[in-house]
């Protein structure tokens, strides 16, 4: 059954609530929430589902109270961390400095450094280095504390889950071209915009096996083994970066020569780096990176932000820290592993999250994505979050009668998650997260005066 009738289905269902629950008003045509979700074909999934007013009043809910794995619904609240931290206008600099016989590329933390920018900060250190030759190229990550995985477990090629440190390029990814005919030209580039240079860093080469393999070799340098059956006769994917600061300094490497000014190989600078700026680039303002990490959901972004907000060591403590501050908010408890909510570890209830996000419409709304389920009655503007057997929504409505809402959305099948960790796209899931969309739609038409469309005839 496409979505469209699914969630038809849902709505058609008599509006008798399950025992205990309060009856909706008469006006409404949609089921109450328990209702829908048996309805869903969701398996042993729970549901929580809290809606709040302006006034912090409870207007509906269904299993609220109960900790859930917030999924990507998290980056709602380390944007709103960031910007109270940070300040909506803070931006990240890179630098490139002159530090007596070496040249120095500093990064500072800016999870939107690509190769275009990249190639204007080399060009400028060109120019500003004149006749001068430097004896060795370093590259210093120390701004952000490295993180090698996000969620450890995860199968090696996903692009979701690089290393993090303190420079980043190209959200630490590289993409993995190939051509096959009677072999496979396999191919790995920086791609930018303008700008696609070689990744002559990073080597890959069909495999033996089945599946992905990731290795390093002499100094750090990384291999690929790629399985022949994950390639067509052409294509193109991208792949992690494990050594950002290695990565980003061979591209750099590449881009200086093109350029015109020669340096040697690679290193890593263990200490902050001193000495005169030949070229600096900073960063879009946070506010215009949050929009973009809320949009594409880019769990890198999230996870440098957060870290950069709390100044903490390392990433547990920096989830620490916005755990805190979000009990300081009067929120309520929560559990975090991570910014982005790509560690399954997570937890926070849907009326914690949404009492959270009701007083920061203002700040949040504008950076949020519209009408993510479709057409419901309602001006959604709201935040998804998916993960094997896990999907959520989170973030605001407005009524016809202009009443504004903050809502929270969790849906998850804790066991088929847990089987299924780590796992492209494992059995069933395509179906079950297309359902669990239907059943938020249908939940946020249950706020709406009425439904926006009428039943379907046959339900």
Not at 29 to 43: E, F, H, Y
Request: aromatic fraction near 4%; proline fraction near 8%.
């Amino acid at each position: 059954m496409k979505r469209r009738l699914f969630m038809g289905a849902l709505l058609a269902l008599g509006a008798t609530g399950a025992r205990g629950e309060t009856p909706r008003p008469a006006r409404r045509r949609v089921p109450p929430p328990g209702v829908l979700l048996a309805r869903a074909r969701l398996g042993e999934a729970r549901l929580g589902w809290a809606v709040v007013d302006g006034a912090d009043a409870l207007i509906e809910e269904h299993g609220a109270g109960d900790p859930m794995p917030p999924a990507s619904t998290l980056k709602t609240v380390t944007a709103l961390y960031a910007l109270d931290r940070l300040g909506g206008a803070h931006r990240f600099v890179t630098r490139v400095l002159r530090s007596d016989d070496t040249l120095v590329l500093a990064g500072g933390g800016d999870p939107l450094l690509d190769s275009d920018r990249l190639a204007r900060l080399a060009d400028e250190a060109a120019r500003a280095a004149g006749d001068w030759r430097p004896a060795r190229l370093a590259v210093w990550g120390g701004a952000l504390p490295r993180v090698d995985q996000v969620a450890p477990g995860q199968a090696a090629q996903l692009a979701y889950n690089p290393t993090l440190s303190g420079i980043m390029l190209n959200h630490n990814r590289v993409r993995l071209g190939w051509r096959c005919d009677s072999t496979c030209d396999l191919t790995l580039t920086a791609a930018g915009t303008r700008h696609t240079p070689r990744a002559f860093g990073i080597s890959a080469a069909l495999g033996p096996g089945a599946g992905w393999s990731h290795g390093t070799g002499p100094g750090g340098a990384e291999h690929w083994g790629v399985p022949r059956r994950a390639l067509g006769r052409s294509g193109e994917r991208w792949l992690p970066v494990r050594a950002p600061e290695l990565y980003a300094g061979d591209v750099f490497q590449t881009l200086c020569r093109a350029a015109g000014l020669p340096i040697p190989a690679v290193e890593i600078a263990m200490a902050e780096p001193t000495g005169a700026v030949l070229a600096e680039s900073a960063s879009l303002p946070l506010r215009d990176i949050l929009r973009g990490m809320l949009k594409h959901s880019t769990n890198l972004t999230a996870e440098a932000v957060g870290l950069a907000a709390s100044g903490a060591d390392d990433l547990p403590a920096s989830a620490a820290m916005m755990r805190d501050w979000v009990a300081a908010q009067g929120g309520g408890g929560a559990v975090f592993a991570d910014h982005s909510g790509l560690n399954a570890g997570s937890r926070i209830a849907p009326l914690v999250l949404a009492r959270l996000l009701a007083p920061a419409a203002p700040r949040l709304r504008p950076l949020l994505n519209a009408d993510p389920v479709g057409p419901v009655g309602l001006e959604v503007d709201a935040k998804t979050g998916t993960l094997n057997f896990v999907s959520n929504l989170a973030g605001y409505a407005t009524r016809p009668d202009g009443t504004g809402l903050s809502f929270a959305c969790m849906i998850g099948d804790e066991a088929r998650r847990q089987a299924s960790a780590g796992t492209e796209l494992p059995d069933g899931v395509i179906g079950w997260t297309d359902r669990a969309r239907s059943l938020q739609a249908a939940l946020l038409m249950g706020l709406a005066d009425e439904p926006p469309r009428p039943l379907p005839p046959e339900i």
